[in-house]
């Protein structure tokens, strides 16, 4: 059994003027120890989803479909029980940890509040491990007495990974955890992760607009463009050989991690992501798509086989048969093998 699936997930946003469909028709696994990122532009829905899974957004947001924690919907727990999943069983690593933690609170009293909530470990025993959790992110045991203003963006950040780390999860979700940092101190973090969750066997969702970077944490990697699953599969197949065209511009907009000679000539995306209130019609990657076909402006294709492992959501991936068969779709050219 997987260690989390979600099946059909929805998020919809009520909003005065009407409902912004922020995550549409999402369907993932995530084995145990495993890691799998979530890559998208700006407004793409990977926060959302990722807010989704403890049930963390706002009164506004309805969500649809299932989210299975070890067999458990997350979606119809009860109140006490999603108290415990969270932090015990999943934490969550925000983006920019100057704004989630708390200003006026020692470090030393914010990493142990899970531990002390949960009734995990005495006042005393807490203390301990809060010196052990921050030893473990590569701070000095005396920083548990600072407040965060005290320390840099990178110590900061540490820190939050201290506080994921403090109940033992099986489950990290790290929403850009290295965004607001320099290339310098988010290759240290990154590799701090990247240990942290081998040595502790925790499985780890990690967002991100940077396709090289998830390729460099993660197992498997999904692909978002305007709320829905556009590809998936292992994740250096899919930054190294994108099967959809979405995926290929955002692998070509970043370099390789470590690899100055891969920033040459990166073509980047041109024009914006669709308003989620606005979706083109058919494919909502076709009014940006180098390789769109008349039928994507009226056809949206499903998440399709692309090779072992892998699917993408793009007419070119299906043979002409399966696109005749599968979707109506009339063929406009032979398929090709990399669209
Ligand atoms: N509280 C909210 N109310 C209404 N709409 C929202 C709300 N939060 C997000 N949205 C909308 O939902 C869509 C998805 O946003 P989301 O923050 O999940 O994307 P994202 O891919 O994580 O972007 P970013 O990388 O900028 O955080 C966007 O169109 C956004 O404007």
Same mark, same amino acid.
């Given at each position: $059994?997987?260690?989390?699936?979600?099946?059909?997930?929805?998020?919809?946003?009520?909003?005065?003027?009407? &409902?912004? +469909?922020?995550?549409?028709?999402?369907?993932?696994?995530?084995?145990?120890?495993?890691?799998?990122?979530?890559?998208?532009?700006?407004?793409?829905? #990977?926060?959302?989803? /990722?807010? /989704?899974?403890?049930?963390?957004?706002?009164?506004?947001?309805?969500?649809?479909?299932?989210?299975?924690?070890?067999? &458990?919907?997350?979606?119809? $727990? #009860?109140?006490?029980?999603?108290?415990?999943? !969270?932090?015990?069983?999943?934490?969550?690593?925000?983006?920019?940890?100057? @704004? /989630?933690?708390?200003?006026?609170?020692? *470090?030393?009293?914010?990493?142990? %509040?899970?531990?002390?909530?949960?009734?995990?470990?005495?006042?005393? /025993?807490?203390?301990?491990?809060?010196?052990?959790?921050?030893?473990?992110?590569?701070?000095?045991?005396?920083?548990?007495?600072?407040?965060?203003?005290?320390?840099?963006?990178?110590?900061?950040?540490?820190? =939050? *990974?201290? $506080?994921?780390?403090?109940?033992?999860?099986?489950?990290?979700?790290?929403?850009?955890?290295?965004?607001?940092?320099?290339?310098?101190?988010?290759?240290?973090?990154?590799?701090?992760?990247?240990?942290?969750?081998?040595? @502790?066997?925790?499985?780890?969702? =990690? *967002?991100?607009?940077?396709?090289?970077?998830?390729?460099?944490?993660?197992?498997?990697?999904?692909?978002?463009?305007?709320?829905?699953?556009?590809?998936?599969? +292992?994740?250096?197949?899919?930054?190294?050989?994108?099967? @959809?065209?979405?995926?290929?511009?955002?692998?070509?907009?970043?370099?390789?991690?470590?690899?100055?000679?891969?920033?040459?000539?990166? #073509?980047?995306?041109?024009?914006?992501? +669709?308003?989620? =209130? !606005?979706?083109?019609?058919?494919?909502?990657?076709?009014?940006?798509?180098?390789?769109?076909?008349?039928?994507?402006?009226?056809? %949206?294709?499903?998440?399709? +086989?692309?090779?072992?492992?892998?699917?993408?959501?793009?007419?070119?991936?299906?043979?002409?048969?399966? #696109?005749?068969?599968?979707?109506?779709?009339?063929? $406009?050219?032979?398929?090709?093998?990399?669209?």
């Amino acid at each position: $059994m997987s260690l989390l699936e979600l099946r059909d997930v929805a998020v919809t946003y009520r909003v005065a003027s009407g &409902e912004v +469909p922020a995550v549409r028709g999402v369907s993932l696994e995530l084995a145990a120890g495993r890691a799998l990122g979530v890559a998208g532009e700006s407004g793409s829905g #990977k926060s959302t989803l /990722a807010m /989704a899974l403890l049930r963390l957004l706002p009164k506004d947001a309805r969500v649809t479909g299932e989210i299975l924690l070890d067999g &458990e919907d997350v979606l119809t $727990m #009860k109140w006490g029980r999603l108290r415990a999943v !969270r932090w015990a069983s999943a934490s969550v690593v925000f983006q920019g940890a100057q @704004h /989630a933690l708390n200003p006026v609170r020692r *470090i030393e009293d914010q990493i142990a %509040e899970p531990l002390l909530v949960h009734g995990l470990a005495t006042p005393a /025993a807490a203390r301990r491990k809060v010196a052990e959790l921050l030893e473990q992110v590569g701070l000095p045991a005396w920083r548990a007495r600072s407040h965060p203003h005290e320390l840099s963006g990178g110590q900061r950040q540490r820190v =939050m *990974i201290a $506080m994921a780390l403090a109940c033992s999860p099986r489950l990290i979700i790290a929403d850009e955890p290295t965004t607001a940092l320099d290339v310098m101190i988010q290759a240290q973090v990154l590799a701090l992760i990247r240990s942290l969750i081998a040595e @502790h066997g925790i499985s780890l969702i =990690m *967002i991100s607009h940077d396709l090289s970077v998830l390729a460099s944490m993660c197992d498997r990697l999904a692909v978002m463009y305007a709320g829905r699953v556009v590809e998936s599969g +292992p994740a250096h197949e899919v930054f190294r050989g994108p099967r @959809h065209p979405y995926s290929r511009a955002l692998a070509e907009a970043f370099p390789t991690v470590g690899d100055p000679a891969s920033r040459l000539a990166p #073509k980047g995306l041109g024009g914006d992501p +669709p308003d989620p =209130m !606005r979706l083109p019609g058919g494919c909502s990657f076709h009014p940006r798509c180098p390789v769109s076909l008349p039928s994507c402006a009226s056809r %949206e294709v499903e998440l399709w +086989p692309a090779g072992e492992s892998r699917t993408a959501a793009c007419v070119h991936v299906l043979s002409a048969d399966e #696109k005749t068969e599968s979707t109506g779709i009339s063929v $406009m050219r032979p398929a090709k093998e990399d669209a």
